[in-house]
């Protein structure tokens, strides 16, 4: 039984019909003037109305929610087989592949594709489709002046911000940067802190591809160069975990914390080798460690930062920054919290050698070290207010210097594709490019970055893209102009002959003072005291605490010989004074006497004037 309903509606009620199709104006009502309404109205005069050609507008915002993309893959191990074949078994895949082979299908088939794949490898053969035509020219920079924009800012994620302590850009291309993060002021630490580091997608800000859970905060954090992979870090409690991103966010394995470092690990380099598994680290209990991530329960070895060469962990240097060349695979230094770079040699017979060379002129912590990429044996350090250039050849001082800034700085690098640019950062958050050929005295580009202190950089191997970490968890991404990242004609030999130039100059500083030095000594000599000098120079150099003691006596002994010499000064002055007023009362004296021989007494009532009178 079917239930139909039936709804009905007046005609009238459907309204007028519409019709929509192109006819011409038609007229449908004409209401005609009425004389009557003309007393209802008032003429208005003058009459003022305004008009706008422009169409009226309106303006609408709307805020969209903002896209969140996730980054998510799928490693394909093996398949497309049937279910009675296992792959894992040999003898049945060979089976089931001579089976197909001896298929007509098969054998047709693979006649057709090869036809067609035949045709497209002598294509190959005829033209090179990767062949570059302009290979030989030179592409000439434009005169334009040095800049850098920002591509992207990575934020801390987390409520209670933290410092980018650390950089590591990803070997293989710029595509991520791994980024540390920790809270370096241990009293200020709360604990509800977060331990996570995280490894950003350079084209996603908004949420890290990946997130690193360590036991302690990461202080520092390297990529392998050999493997992808692979990262290494340092934690604020000494230990050194590595990871793989395809096992997960947890570390594979911790050192063990007995035989770690005692304070915060501020630096790992991985070293060149043929497994590309070893590395070393560098902390400020004074103690460089190596590392092998295959066994990491315990360095494979351990060098002590003491420059008496006594090995003595009470005198050790605090390790605050590393150098490693790979093209010098023995040697290595490090940059101390005292001030001074320590040159090692990792292969000499014993560890009091394996310290050759300390290297003074900063007035605190040495930040960053790094040797120039092209020429190694000039290297780069900041610390306190100025950042220096150095020679190997030369201990005494720096063969170039910037001027000491209003700022602290806090970090440096060389730039990978300029031998004459590096870049420095400073506690006002200022990012500045120096271009040695271009200008010495101020920096090239001075660019204000955040309003807080920046703490880390890093430059990718490409030169164009830079990065910047702030106090508070803030990793900014720049972009380099052309003229910063593109090599002139020339430079190579520009910076060689510069570099030359001042080393030579040194050297003739350094042995003109060496020879003030002696003149001043031989004159000591020959005023006094010269045997006593000559047993010393006799018995060889003396302890830093002979030093000290001998300096503190000759400052005293200064001290009381000015002491004397004032109060021998101050006697003579008072024995002068004294005789003075002796010699003053006497000739008091001889005039009241005068007057008594020559003039008359004075009578009561009368002046001097008077009585002479």
């Known amino acids: 039984m079917e239930i139909v309903y039936v709804y009905t509606k007046k005609r009238l009620e459907f309204g007028r019909q519409c019709n929509f199709s192109d006819r011409p104006a038609e007229l449908h009502v004409d209401l005609a003037p009425d004389d009557k309404l003309v007393h209802d109205f008032i003429e208005k005069d003058p009459c003022d109305s305004g008009i706008q050609c422009a169409q009226e507008m309106s303006e609408h915002e709307v805020n969209t929610e903002r896209f969140e993309s996730e980054s998510r893959g799928v490693n394909h191990v093996e398949g497309g087989w049937p279910k009675d074949v296992n792959p894992q078994e040999v003898e049945q895949t060979i089976r089931y592949r001579k089976k197909v082979e001896k298929d007509e299908m098969y054998v047709n088939t693979i006649l057709q594709l090869g036809s067609v794949m035949e045709h497209c490898i002598r294509q190959n053969t005829a033209i090179d489709i990767y062949e570059e035509y302009f290979n030989d020219t030179t592409q000439e920079s434009a005169e334009e002046p040095s800049s850098a924009k920002t591509i992207n800012v990575f934020r801390d994620p987390n409520e209670i911000k933290r410092t980018a302590t650390h950089l590591s850009w990803y070997p293989d291309g710029a595509k991520k940067l791994a980024v540390a993060y920790s809270n370096l002021e241990f009293q200020r630490s709360s604990p509800d802190t977060s331990l996570d580091s995280y490894i950003w997608d350079i084209e996603n800000p908004n949420k890290p591809e990946m997130t690193l859970k360590p036991v302690s905060p990461l202080v520092c954090l390297e990529y392998n160069p050999k493997d992808s992979h692979i990262l290494m870090g340092g934690c604020y409690n000494g230990q050194i975990a590595y990871w793989d991103t395809r096992k997960g966010s947890q570390p594979v394995e911790l050192s063990l914390v007995e035989h770690s470092h005692r304070d915060p690990v501020y630096k790992v380099i991985w070293l060149q080798s043929k497994t590309g598994t070893e590395c070393f680290s560098a902390s400020t209990d004074g103690q460089v460690l190596w590392w092998d991530t295959r066994k990491l329960g315990e360095p494979t070895e351990k060098l002590i930062l003491d420059p008496t060469k006594k090995m003595n962990i009470d005198n050790a240097l605090g390790a605050i920054s590393l150098e490693y060349e790979p093209t010098m695979p023995t040697k290595f230094m490090v940059g101390t919290e005292q001030g001074s770079v320590v040159n090692c040699n990792r292969k000499a017979k014993t560890p009091a050698d394996k310290i050759v060379a300390l290297y003074t002129g900063h007035h605190g912590p040495i930040y960053a070290l790094q040797r120039n990429p092209f020429f190694p044996k000039n290297f780069l350090t900041v610390g306190d207010w100025t950042a220096r250039i150095w020679s190997e050849d030369i201990r005494e001082s720096s063969i170039m210097w910037t001027k000491y800034h209003k700022s602290y700085l806090t970090d440096g690098c060389w730039s990978p594709v300029r031998p004459a640019v590096f870049f420095t950062t400073k506690m006002d958050g200022t990012l500045d490019v120096w271009d040695y050929l271009f200008k010495q005295k101020d920096p090239t580009l001075s660019l204000?970055?955040?309003?807080?202190?920046?703490?880390?950089?890093?430059?990718?191997?490409?030169?164009?893209?830079?990065?910047?970490?702030?106090?508070?968890?803030?990793?900014?991404?720049?972009?380099l102009s052309d003229g910063l990242c593109v090599m002139p004609?020339?430079?190579?030999?520009?910076?060689?002959?510069?570099?030359?130039?001042?080393t030579k100059r040194e050297k003739i500083l350094e042995s003109r003072h060496r020879e003030m030095r002696l003149k001043e000594r031989s004159k000591s000599e020959?005023?006094?005291?010269?045997?006593?000098?000559?047993?010393?120079?006799?018995?060889?150099?003396?302890?830093?605490?002979?030093?000290?003691?001998?300096?503190?006596?000759?400052?005293?002994?200064?001290?009381?010989?000015?002491?004397?010499?004032?109060?021998?000064?101050?006697?003579?002055?008072?024995?002068?004074?004294?005789?003075?007023?002796?010699?003053?009362?006497?000739v008091i004296m001889e005039e009241e006497g005068e007057e008594k021989v020559n003039g008359h007494p004075e009578k009561d009532g009368e002046t001097p004037d008077n009585a002479t009178e």
Request: net charge negative; charged share 40%; hydrophobic share 30%.
């Open 448 to 479: 204000q970055v955040c309003d807080e202190a920046l703490h880390s950089v890093r430059v990718q191997d490409n030169g164009r893209w830079l990065a910047c970490g702030s106090h508070s968890g803030t990793t900014t991404l720049l972009e």
């Open 489 to 502: 004609r020339n430079e190579k030999v520009l910076v060689t002959a510069m570099f030359e130039r001042e």
């Open 526 to 586: 020959q005023g006094g005291g010269g045997d006593e000098h000559g047993d010393r120079e006799g018995d060889g150099d003396e302890d830093e605490e002979d030093l000290v003691a001998r300096a503190e006596k000759e400052f005293y002994d200064a001290i009381e010989a000015e002491r004397k010499d004032r109060a021998a000064k101050e006697a003579k002055r008072n024995e002068a004074l004294k005789k003075e007023s002796e010699l003053q009362g006497e």
